[in-house]
């Protein structure tokens, strides 16, 4: 498959390119030359398929033959080891947790598939690929627990000091090995502003290959379309149809995934995006205008994003019609009361914890869908990774998974700078 910069849709590379990149010179996100249609019959004995059978022929238009087939496959099933379960909620509502990935949140499959697709690449290169990655919580552990023990790979994690859960910082702070936790005396902008100041330094550059894993790396995206596939399978077995799909949404890739999932031929009926306060797009759809503003924090925090960075993507997928766009995707907002109201309502209902950002998915089913229909939102991450904000709602503890418990067993390594480059190469070389 080719790739080409949204910028300059002529100028096509490879997906080597486009992986190592992660962002095209011309500063345009990648997007696919073609996103294939997949055979009506797939979908229709998509139920008796696994969840590594679905992942390798719905992902083998975009990684092969770059990637060798059979290579591909053993690398998808390594990627996806942990369940991906629809769970019934309520009337017609289900969740797909995504969170059973090792750092309970659903950049891990991203992030996992990511890893070896550079892992694969690292092996024709005579030299490391190092990893920068400014988080503020949820991307880093992600990151470094996705690229953990890849050979030829080395992760350096910039994060706030003082500004990240306890749980978010021991879950890449206790590894060790080719993960680095650097913490800054700064704040998270401090950080992002020193990644991509390493990015442009001419003495680093010319001493280390440095590459980046945000979550605009088309390894990171085309991966959760999985999901998408996955959630319809397992619908479908339990002879459920017109399936709404919903998405918590942030920065937008996500339901970018589920987009070209659609693409491909998904039979989803309808799509809603779910944001916090944070309702940039929401209020695109109503009004026709994109209208980046700074973001707000609220309780769904991995939400907070003023000025989606896929949002691009989602205008290029539709021709940059406002019309097209409103056809395919529905959007609703929620404050933090109304968030907190869900958690309670539900978990007293229901039994079922969701977290903050899961919360916002529910709702807008809830809202929108008809009675006929049958709708899936994404739980993106455990409600364990946010005890502040859900026991209290709640009234009561979270069970903590044991992969999670695991990391509070181990002792935090970090590398303490202040919030300058000079302090940042230091460490690097
Ligand atoms: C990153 C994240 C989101 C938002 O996903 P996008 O792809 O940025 O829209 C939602 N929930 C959780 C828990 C996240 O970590």
């Given at each position: 498959m080719k790739y080409y910069s949204i910028n300059s849709p002529q100028r096509m590379v490879g997906l080597k390119e486009a992986v190592l990149k992660g962002l095209a010179e011309d500063k345009g996100l990648y997007m696919p030359k073609l996103i294939p249609q997949l055979p009506t019959s797939f979908f229709q004995n998509i139920d008796k398929l696994s969840l590594p059978e679905i992942a390798f022929e719905t992902l083998k238009p975009f990684f092969c033959p770059d990637i060798d087939e059979t290579h591909f496959a053993s690398l998808v099933a390594d990627a996806l080891n942990f369940e991906i379960p629809v769970k019934h909620i309520s009337a017609n509502i289900h969740t797909l947790e995504l969170f059973h990935g090792p750092t309970c949140a659903f950049k891990d499959v991203g992030a996992r598939f990511m890893a070896r697709i550079l892992g694969e690449f690292v092996k024709g290169m005579d030299k490391e690929i190092n990893i920068l990655v400014a988080t503020s919580g949820d991307t880093g552990s992600a990151v470094a627990n996705g690229f953990y023990?890849?050979?030829g790979i080395n992760v350096f994690v910039l994060y706030p000091k003082g500004l990240v859960s306890d749980v978010q910082e021991k879950q890449f702070t206790t590894l060790g090995q080719n993960i680095t936790a650097i913490e800054v005396n700064g704040t998270f902008d401090d950080c992002q502003r020193m990644v991509k100041e390493a990015f442009m330094d001419a003495e680093l550059n010319s001493k280390m290959v440095l590459t980046s894993a945000n979550s605009i790396n088309l390894a990171r995206l085309l991966p959760q379309s999985v999901y998408y596939h996955y959630g319809y399978a397992q619908l479908k077995a339990q002879d459920k149809d017109d399936v709404v799909m919903c998405v918590p949404s942030g920065n937008f890739g996500n339901i970018t995934a589920a987009l070209v999932a659609a693409r491909m031929g998904l039979p989803v009926k309808r799509f809603i995006a779910a944001t916090n306060a944070n309702d940039v797009v929401p209020q695109y759809l109503v009004n026709g205008k994109y209208q980046p503003r700074k973001s707000v924090a609220t309780i769904a925090n991995a939400m907070d994003v003023g000025d989606p960075s896929n949002f691009v993507r989602i205008e290029n997928l539709f021709e940059h019609q406002y019309e097209k766009v409103k056809a395919n995707i529905e959007a609703c907002s929620f404050t933090d009361e109304e968030i907190r109201a869900t958690m309670k309502r539900v978990f007293e209902k229901t039994g079922y914890i969701l977290d903050p950002h899961g919360a916002t998915g529910y709702e807008a089913l809830e809202r929108m869908l008809q009675p006929s229909e049958n709708g899936l939102f994404m739980e993106?991450?455990?409600p364990a990774k946010f005890p502040e904000v859900v026991e209290p709602v709640i009234g009561q503890k979270v069970p903590v998974p044991d992969r999670l418990a695991a990391f509070f067993k181990g002792t935090k390594q970090a590398k303490e700078i202040n919030a300058a480059l000079t302090d940042l190469k230091a460490v690097l070389i």
């Open positions: 023990k890849v050979p993106t991450a455990h």
